[in-house]
């Protein structure tokens, strides 16, 4: 996850969705600057996805859930300008 989380601040991306992350169950890692939520099967170490947020938007998450391997949901504080 390091080396993607990399990537994406070399390219200053903001928010990126990812599958395929092979991460085990769901939670939410801090890496860098980066959060990461994720969502991805128990037992097997298959599937998953996840949310990478960078420092701004991760202060706009107002709450996530994990639904399955496969999808999760996602609140962000939105202000229209």
């Known amino acids: 996850?390091?080396?993607i989380c990399?990537?994406?601040?070399?390219?200053?991306v903001s928010l990126a969705g990812l599958t395929e992350t092979h991460l085990p169950g769901s939670?939410?890692?801090?890496v860098g600057?980066?959060?990461?939520?994720?969502?991805?099967?128990?037992?097997?170490?298959?599937?998953?996805?996840?949310?990478?947020?960078?420092k701004?938007?991760?202060r706009s998450l107002m709450s996530?859930?994990?639904v399955s391997s496969r999808i999760h949901t996602a609140r962000l504080l939105h202000k229209h300008c």
């Open 6 to 12: 990399q990537e994406l601040r070399k390219y200053r």
């Open 33 to 54: 600057n980066l959060t990461v939520i994720h969502s991805g099967e128990e037992q097997a170490l298959r599937r998953g996805i996840a949310l990478v947020l960078d």
């Open 64 to 66: 996530w859930q994990a």
């Open 56 to 58: 701004r938007l991760s």
């Open 27 to 30: 939670g939410k890692l801090v």
């Open 1 to 3: 996850m390091e080396a």
